[in-house]
């Protein structure tokens, strides 16, 4: 069985509440369980540590097709693709088996790390101190993605000596959940705010942040290029169901129907064809992480970012083109494709991976030297 054929039926269930899931603004946590019933949550695990054993470009498709289905559902796993990626490249044997076992067996890892009050996440102002045999969480972040549908979360504290990563279990006493994301888009995804107060921490579960060569980065990255190609062809989708279900065509008597008047038939086709590159680009980018850490990897993913980002917003404004008022009607709901976009365009700001990847071709100047450069206020 391929992965296309494990996973269609279930991305087919989730496609078919999204406008009703959007509209009522129902978290997905039902369907994040179907996903983690039908193994999509292991499918980078290795098979020999029993998960699926996909490459990073057959993951990034099904990534894509998820995103169709809904938009939500690739962002709100963002964490756990970021920390099933570190533990794949984890130097030490005995955390790496630990992680890739339990995570082959179901479980999905939250992320919070930002947070209102510092300037960045390597500088967090919440704390770790010792405590018995381990140790002691508190702080309080923002944009948690995915650690309400989470068993375990990744987050990152002050140390005595310096930035560490920690992971508690989203059960533990002292965590608090808030779905307080209030955005215009993928409002689905459970990105609140997460409290620790007095969280019990494992010393096993905390270890020393360190600034290492990575695909992280492009990992993180790529997922919201993922969910834009997603989005890009839904949108088509969308747009030809709705072509295809008029029987009115008030601009063009001459065309009775909608689907037979040539201008909107070249606007379909121009957003199709947009979304075919948005996704050769993504599934590019992906391959170029596939090779390991390097420039290349990051300006792969940095140059598409802004390509993908400008193409998929111009493609979910120009689909209203292919109808009147009634388009923008809240029953088809084409707005949300707009919405998302915007939203997860907005993430990582294009205006500075532009740069870097500009700044690489013309000077050689590494993308990870930039950003830390960026990072600092350079």
């Known amino acids: 069985m391929t992965f296309t054929e494990r996973f269609a039926p279930v991305f087919a269930r989730i496609a078919e509440g999204a406008v009703e899931r959007e509209a009522d ?22 098979v020999e540590h029993g998960g699926l054993g996909a490459t990073l470009p057959e993951f990034t498709e099904q990534l894509i097709e998820l995103g169709r289905a809904d938009s939500n559902l690739p962002q709100l796993l963002r964490g756990h693709i970021g920390f099933v990626e570190s533990r794949l490249a984890h130097p030490a044997a005995d955390v790496r088996d630990r992680w890739l076992r339990r995570i082959a067996a179901g479980v999905i890892v939250g992320n919070a790390q930002s947070e209102r009050t510092s300037t960045s996440w390597f500088a967090p102002e919440s704390t770790l101190r010792p405590a018995g045999d381990g140790f002691r969480l508190d702080g309080r972040k923002f944009y948690s993605t995915g650690s309400l549908f989470a068993d375990w979360i990744q987050t990152t504290a002050a ?5 560490v990563n920690v992971l508690v279990p989203a059960s533990a006493p002292g965590v608090t ?19 620790f107060e007095d969280v019990p921490v494992a010393a096993e579960d905390a270890e020393p942040f360190e600034e290492t060569r990575s695909t992280l980065m492009a990992v993180f990255q790529l997922v919201h290029l993922a969910s834009l190609a997603g989005i890009a062809r839904a949108a088509v989708a969308d747009t030809v169901a709705y072509v295809t279900g008029r029987t009115r065509n008030l601009h063009n008597p001459a065309h009775p129907s909608p689907a037979t008047d040539p201008q909107v038939q070249q606007v379909v086709g121009r957003i199709a064809g947009a979304s075919t590159v948005v996704s050769a680009a993504v599934l590019a980018a992906a391959a170029a992480i596939e090779d390991g850490p390097s ?19 111009d ?15 809240e029953r088809f709901r084409l707005d ?19 740069r870097i990847v500009g700044q ?15 990072r600092e206020g350079a």
């Open 177 to 195: 959940r808030i779905d307080d994301w209030d955005g215009f888009g993928q409002r689905l995804t459970g990105s609140g705010t997460t409290i």
């Open 336 to 354: 949300r494709h707009w919405r998302n976009a915007r939203t997860l365009a907005s993430h990582n700001p294009v205006i500075y991976r532009d």
């Open 295 to 313: 420039d290349a990897a990051d300006i792969a993913v940095f140059g598409a970012q802004g390509v993908v980002a400008r193409l998929v917003l």
């Open 159 to 163: 140390g005595k000596d310096g930035t």
């Open 360 to 374: 690489y071709h013309l000077d050689g100047t590494s993308p990870s030297a930039a950003y830390a450069k960026l």
């Open 315 to 329: 493609l979910t404004t120009e689909l209203f083109e292919v109808g009147g008022a009634s388009a923008v009607t």
């Open 25 to 46: 603004r129902r978290l997905p946590a039902e369907e994040v369980e179907w996903l983690r019933e039908a193994g999509f949550t292991k499918l980078r695990i290795p």
